[in-house]
C-alpha cells in the first residue's frame, strides 16, 4: 500500500512521545533536584531502490539514484544534568548541592539510590532521611537532645546539645558522581540507580574530586525552563499536525485509486 | 488496449513515491541535524522501433538540501551546532568514517565521547576522543574538547574532527541516516571549521514547501487516475464502434 501513510504514523507516534515528556518535565516543575529530559529524534534506516552511480551504459552511470526514508525513531530521552537555581528554604534540614554530585541513599532492597533532592528529614530513631522516608547514607543519627544542627559545605553534620556550647559531629554526608550522569537510571521518588551506562559510583566527600558543595538551607529547584517547554510544546503540536496532514492526503490519494 | 494506461501508471506511481519521501521529511521536522530529502521527477523515453512516443516518468532522490537548519538554545555543554556547511566526524558502524550534523553528544560509562546512538565521535586525528573520569567536558568555538575537574585547571584533551565537504567530492546520505563522500574517502579536517556550544542544529526540512508539494502530488495524483478513466472511456468506446451489433 502506501509508504507515506506509514512513515507518517511515524512521524506523529514520535511527535506523541516528545509531548510526553514534555508533560513529564512541566509536571514536575516544582519538583525538588529535577532534571528535565528530552527526547532525541533519528531519521529511520533509507531504502536504497536504485544506486545512484550505478551503470545504465557501459559509459554511462545513473546520475541520480531512489533512496526513500522510512520515517523517524525517538532514540533515546537524554537528562540535562544542568544545575537548578537555589532556594532559600530557612530549614536547617534542607541541603543542596551546588556543582555535580548525588547524595547516596539507602533503598529497601539494600541497594544504593541517587539523589539530588536534599529535602531530609528526621525519624522518630533521629535518623536524617528522605522525604519518602529512605535513610541517606552512610547513616547520620541525630541525638534527641540536639538543640541546632549544622551541615557544613563538605557534608560534616554536627549538633549543640542543651548545656554544652561546643558543637559535637555526628557524621558525615557522602556524595557521589557518575562518568556518565546522563546514563543513570530514573527510578520515580526523585532517585535514580546506577546502570551499566552510567559507570561506576566515584564516591568522594563533598567539595572534593569534582563533587559539588553543599549548602545549608537551601533547596535545589527543578531545572524545567518552562518557557522551553511551551514553545517545544507548540513545535510539537504543529508537527503533529503536519504528519497527520500527510496521512490524510495519503488516503485521500489511496481513495482516488480505489475508486478507478 | 490503449498503451496510455502503462504510461499514467508510472506517473501515478511516482507521485505515490514523492509523496513517501514527502512524508519522510515532514515526520524528520524535528530531527536534530535532519537534512530534508529532495526529489525529482525523471523522464525515460521508451526507445524502440517506430516513433518514440511514449516517455515514462521515473521518481528519483537527488541527493538532500544544504542549507543549516534553525539553531536551538539547549544550554546543556554536549550539544553542538557545526557553522556553516562543516560536519562532525563519527565512526559508523560499518567501521568507515561518516559525517553527521546531529551534535548531542554524550560520554559513556568507559569516558568516550560518542553520538546519541552511540557511534565514536572521532577527533581531527581520526581516533576517538577519551574523556577522564569525573570531568566536565567544555568544547570549544574551534572544537576543541577540554575536560575540567573542579579544583584543576582544565586539560585539553583533543579536537573534535570538523570537515566541510567541497564540490569535488559531495556527501550523500547512506542507508543508516550517516552521510558518506561519493569517493568513501574520509575528508580532510578542516581547520577553519566552528561551532556553537549549547546550541543544537534543528532539522532544515522547510514544513511549507513540504506541504504544499504534498498537495501538488496528491492532484497530480489524481489528473494521473482521471486519465486512467478517460482511457478506460475510451477503450469503451472503441469497443462499441468495433462491436458487430452496432
Known sequence: MMNSLWIAKTGMTAQQTQLDVISHNLSNVSTTGYKRNSAVFQDLIYQNLRQVGAQTTEENQLPTGMHLGLGVNVVATSRNFTQGSLQQSGNSLDVAIDGNGFFEVQLPDGTTGYTRDGSFKLDSQGRLVTSTGLPIAPGVTVPADAKSISISETGLVSVTVAGNPTLQQVGQLAMSSFVNSAGLEPAGQN????????????????????????????????NVNVVEELVNMIQTQRAYEMNSKAIQTSDQMLAKLSQL | MDRIIYTSMTGASAAAQRQAVLANNLANASTTGFRAEMSNFRSVPLQGSGATTRVFALEATSGHVDTPGPAQTTGRP?????????????????????????????????????????????????????????????????????????????????????????????????????????????????????????????????????????????????????????????????????????
Not at chain 1, 191 to 197: I, M, Q
Not at chain 2, 158 to 186: C, H, I, M, V
Not at chain 2, 197 to 217: K, R
Open chain 1, 191 to 222: 532517585l535514580y540507580r546506577e546502570s551499566a551506562a552510567s559507570g561506576a559510583p566515584q564516591q568522594a566527600e563533598p567539595g572534593t574530586n569534582g563533587l559539588g558543595i553543599i549548602k545549608q538551607g537551601f533547596l535545589e529547584n527543578s
Open chain 2, 78 to 246: 554536549l550539544d553542538a551546532m557545526a557553522n556553516g556547511n562543516a560536519w562532525f566526524a563519527v565512526q559508523g558502524l560499518d567501521g568507515t568514517e561518516s559525517y553527521t550534523r546531529a551534535g548531542s553528544f554524550q560520554v559513556t560509562n568507559a569516558g568516550q565521547l560518542v553520538t546519541s546512538t552511540g557511534l565514536a565521535v572521532l577527533s581531527d586525528g581520526g581516533a576517538p576522543l577519551d574523556i577522564p573520569q569525573g570531568a566536565e567536558v567544555v568544547l570549544g568555538a574551534d572544537g576543541t574538547v577540554s575536560a575540567r575537574v573542579a579544583g584543576q585547571p582544565p586539560q585539553a584533551v583533543g579536537r573534535l574532527k570538523l570537515a566541510t565537504p567541497g564540490a569535488e567530492d559531495p556527501l550523500q546520505r547512506g542507508d543508516d541516516g550517516l552521510f558518506r563522500t561519493a569517493s568513501g574517502e574520509p575528508m580532510a579536517a578542516d581547520p577553519n571549521a566552528r561551532l556553537n556550544a549549547g546550541v543544537l542544529e534543528g532539522s532544515n526540512v522547510n514544513a511549507v514547501e513540504c506541504m504544499v508539494g504534498m498537495i501538488a502530488a496528491s492532484r497530480q495524483f489524481e489528473q494521473q487516475m482521471r486519465l486512467l478513466s478517460t482511457a478506460e472511456s475510451d477503450d469503451k468506446s472503441a469497443g462499441q464502434l468495433l462491436s458487430l451489433n452496432g
